[in-house]
């Protein structure tokens, strides 16, 4: 059970932040609100916060104001089966936006969420994998091959100038074949093949002899256990074109 202490600090932290958002003070109702479990998580741990604090969150009230967030609520209903699959990526690369029918509340708070510098981050991302594909190039001075793990839509690859002139090949690999079709029809290069296959086949099957000069994987091993994570980048590792 919680403390008594804890337990109120809870509730009085989930009211004062439904009042705000209530009276449309949305960037302190939030900023209070992140600080406050910040705060409690350092209190009790993540055990108890994913369960009972969790729990109590998700019944008060202000869940309902909160999951009005598109962003938010896939974030949280997981319907790939992961918080941050390609289509909530997509919200965050301001591909997609809101539904037509979100509420007022729930434009506000997605606005403000896919301005935080959080996801900046994540654009950022996209930008600096796209950068190092070009550095790739220009220090083998020739195209070059290129291996994406757990690749979603690929949005990277957009953002390459002339790729065509410095990839020779660039193998996606991904599990989700929606995400896939995407890839394939922003991106008809032929230098392209898209796989629709999950990271067991790497473990598996392997990718036998090909090698690449670039491999990488945006977000897959935030997912993964320590172990199997060490064991996809030694099987990995064995594709990268070693120097000499």
């Not at 296959?197 to 994987?217: A, H, N």
Request: proline share 2%.
């Amino acid at each position: 059970m919680l403390t008594t202490s804890i337990d109120v600090s809870v509730k009085q932290m989930l009211d004062t932040s439904y009042q705000k958002l209530i009276a449309g003070d949305f960037q302190n109702a939030m900023e209070a609100l992140m600080i406050s479990l910040r705060k409690i998580l350092d209190a009790v741990g993540s055990e108890r916060m994913n369960t009972e604090i969790k729990n109590q969150c998700i019944e008060h009230p202000i869940s309902k104001l909160i999951f009005q967030d598109p962003c938010t609520f896939r974030s949280y209903s997981k319907p790939e089966g992961y918080a941050g699959d390609a289509h909530l990526i997509d919200f965050i690369y301001r591909l997609s936006t809101f539904p037509i029918n979100t509420s007022a509340i729930g434009r506000q708070l997605f606005t403000m969420n896919t301005s935080s510098s959080s996801t900046e981050s994540v654009r950022w991302r996209a930008t600096h994998l796209a950068d190092l594909i070009d550095e790739t190039f220009e220090k083998k001075g020739d195209k070059i091959k290129v291996l994406s793990v757990a690749s979603g839509r690929c949005r990277e690859l957009s953002l390459v100038p002339n790729a065509e002139d410095k990839i020779e090949r660039f193998v996606c690999l991904d599990q989700d074949r929606k995400s896939n079709d995407i890839v394939r029809e922003n991106n008809p290069q032929d230098f392209l093949y898209v796989h629709d296959e999950s990271i067991l086949f790497l473990l598996k099957e392997g990718l036998g002899t090909q090698t690449f000069d670039f491999i990488y994987s945006a977000g897959l091993f935030d997912y993964l256990e320590k172990k199997l994570a060490a064991k996809l980048i030694q099987k990995l590792y064995k594709n990268v074109v070693q120097d000499g």
